[in-house]
């Protein structure tokens, strides 16, 4: 229950999230939960949807793991190693969220074993459809995210983001 979205264009990519954690029926909102959803490891951008546990965990792995290249090969061998990591911290070997990996010029699509390279634009969780709507009405991510927001009562503020500008 989130919402991740990403524009990718010649000067770089932005990836913008919400802040909303959800346990059972009840929500965390605020600045608080900002660790499990939209972070930045070792030039790794990371935005991800799904299990907090699997997020943090995630971030840990990253801060100690490097993928190889900006490739889709490199970040399945990444994923592979991470899957064995987890299975060795908490038993259980299964890749259960979606992301948005940021990895040198180029940002990734993760769901599960399947890794795409995002061209334009990219929007993953409960509130991805009124955010793709408005990325294809050439929103920013953060207005997109703003969407989601409005729109899905899976989705809440503050608004988070993340930049990668290329050198000129």
Request: aromatic share 10%.
């Amino acid at each position: 229950m989130s919402i991740v979205a990403c524009r990718v264009d010649e000067k770089g990519y932005t990836i913008a999230a919400d802040s909303i954690t959800v346990r059972g029926l009840t929500q965390q909102k605020g600045d608080r939960t900002s660790h499990s959803k939209l972070f930045e490891v070792k030039g790794l951008l990371v935005g991800g949807v799904g299990v907090a546990e699997e997020t943090s965990l995630f971030q840990i792995f990253a801060a100690t793991h490097q993928i190889g290249t900006a490739s889709e090969s490199a970040i399945l061998e990444f994923l592979s190693e991470f899957s064995s990591w987890k299975k060795k911290k908490i038993d259980n070997a299964t890749l259960e969220n979606r992301y948005l990996l940021g990895v040198a010029d180029c940002v990734f699509y993760v769901n599960g074993w399947y890794v795409t390279r995002v061209s334009t634009f990219e929007a993953i969780g409960a509130g991805q459809d009124f955010a793709l709507a408005a990325l294809h009405l050439e929103h920013t991510p953060k207005e997109a995210v703003k969407v989601a927001i409005e729109l899905s009562v899976y989705c809440e503020g503050p608004i988070q983001e993340l930049h990668r500008r290329f050198k000129e």
